[in-house]
């Protein structure tokens, strides 16, 4: 039974305040890795007091990779359901890191979502990793639907037909994103009607709501911007199939005053009604037909053993591409994983000056031309916290930047936070270790 929740608004810290004045709002989203089960936010606690519903929605996990789920992200993010009483939880269909055993490579860390390919053989590793993160979580998961700059060479199911085999084989609910559905549209030609057509409709769990920006030919989903009226259009359609259970707006930067949120809110309200309206009750869906069926997988999941061999070697060779500058895949659109690669490094830089704000105050506009550069060929395989301090001893070990004092300064920075024993890999714990060296050296 699906589980009526309304409108809501994902909850960030830079809007919290506006969200718990605003009305109308009967649940937020809030992102699972930037909540700690033992501290929630007091903005969150008020909420929940107040009988809005909070629901967990997690970024890490890479249920689309090679590998099996991480037992440790998985009682994380259990606990968050918990802690905040979650009726459910959501991930994404996605890739987030690849490499490691599997491929006998260095593991990579993309820092983004990542499609996955819509072929048998990732479908086989998606459902069986969906079921092992279904047996690790106390509530009902859902997944959703990811905006892609590029598409995978040879894929075998359309995107509504990928979904629709994934709920049917695992039972999982669906979080649609309409932006995503237009992200789609435009970087991949791929049509929303077409993708609402063929999906299980019942599964649906809720629905985003995001803006985005085009440039060049491609479609960003920046979580930046207004709602554009081609995603409120696709919502209406969908509305116009079925009564979405949730639907919520996402907005993660450039956060607007609270009247433009109220008003992007009363936007989303219209083109759901707008939909209803269209809706005739005696229309009654029927179901597409699904693909033909796929052999079903062995106890133990054995079956995907192979399937996830030859995942892991297509997916390294990707995110190989967009974090470590090796040659595009063949099949693949090389322009496209030059847009991807940028998009990359940019957010990156972006989070790294969050999560380090120091960094950008300190080198000022050298920051992320100094980043970007950076990054260009040297991949992320720790966190992000990880990712400025090697940023930061990147830059010291070349004697950068130039003026003595802002060195100085960055220095005092880099060995306040490195610590004695970083918590990362050998190598970087190494690579740390000499760096702090050749520092306290100066």
């Known amino acids: 039974m699906r589980q009526h929740l309304g409108t809501g608004i994902g909850w960030r810290p830079e809007i919290a305040d506006a969200v718990e004045a605003m009305p109308g709002i009967d649940w937020v989203e809030v992102v699972a890795e930037n909540v700690c089960p033992g501290h929630l936010p007091a903005s969150l606690l008020r909420l929940r007091e107040r009988g809005v519903t909070v ?24 606990e968050r359901a918990t802690a905040l009483q979650a009726p459910l939880v959501t991930e994404h269909i996605a890739f987030v890191r690849a490499g490691g055993p599997l491929t006998a490579s260095p593991r990579l860390e993309a820092g ?93 769990a809720y629905v985003h709501v995001a803006g985005g920006f085009e440039r060049d030919g491609v479609w960003h989903d920046s979580h930046a911007h207004p709602v554009p009226r081609p995603v409120l259009d696709i919502l209406t359609d969908l509305a116009s199939r079925t009564s979405p259970p949730g639907v919520l707006l996402e907005r993660d930067e450039n956060f607007p005053a609270p009247r433009e949120l109220r008003a992007e809110l009363g936007a989303v309200r219209r083109a759901l009604a707008d939909g209803a309206a269209r809706r005739s009750p005696a229309a009654r869906r029927t179901p597409p037909a699904p693909p033909a069926p796929a052999p079903a997988p062995e106890p133990g999941g054995q079956a995907a053993g192979p399937a996830r061999q030859r995942l892991a070697l297509a997916q390294t060779a990707l995110l190989s591409a967009l974090v470590a500058g090796t040659p595009a895949p063949e099949g693949f659109d090389r322009a496209r994983v030059g847009v991807q690669a940028r998009a990359l490094a940019a957010k990156r830089a972006d989070v790294v000056a969050k999560v380090a704000p120091e960094l950008p105050v300190l080198l000022g506009a050298r920051y992320r031309p100094a980043f970007l550069a950076y990054a260009q060929a040297r991949p992320m395989t720790g966190g992000y916290r990880q990712d400025a301090l090697d940023f930061a001893g990147h830059l010291l070990t070349a004697g950068r930047p130039e003026d003595a004092r802002t060195r100085r300064e960055l220095r005092n920075w880099w060995l306040e936070r490195s610590g004695p024993r970083p918590r990362t890999g050998r190598p970087a714990v190494r690579l740390a270790r000499a760096t702090r060296r050749v520092l306290l050296r100066r």
């Not at 890490?60 to 099996?68: K, Y």
């Not at 892609?148 to 695992?170: H, I």
């Not at 649609?176 to 019942?202: F, K």
């Open 112 to 204: 983004h979502l990542l499609p996955v390919p819509r072929t048998r053989d990732a479908l086989d590793v998606l459902c069986e990793n969906v079921r092992v993160a279904q047996d690790a979580l106390p509530v009902p998961l859902a997944l959703e639907n990811i905006a892609a700059l590029l598409s995978w060479p040879g894929e075998e199911l359309t995107e509504g037909q990928f979904l629709y085999e994934l709920a049917d084989r695992t039972g999982v609910r669906l979080l649609i994103d309409v932006a995503n559905l237009h992200t789609n549209h435009v970087n991949r030609g791929e049509d929303p009607a077409a993708a609402l057509a063929e999906l299980p409709l019942e599964a649906i």
């Open 55 to 78: 629901v967990p929605h997690g970024v890490s996990l890479g249920l689309g990779g090679a590998d099996r789920p991480d037992p440790g992200r998985l009682d994380a993010l259990a």
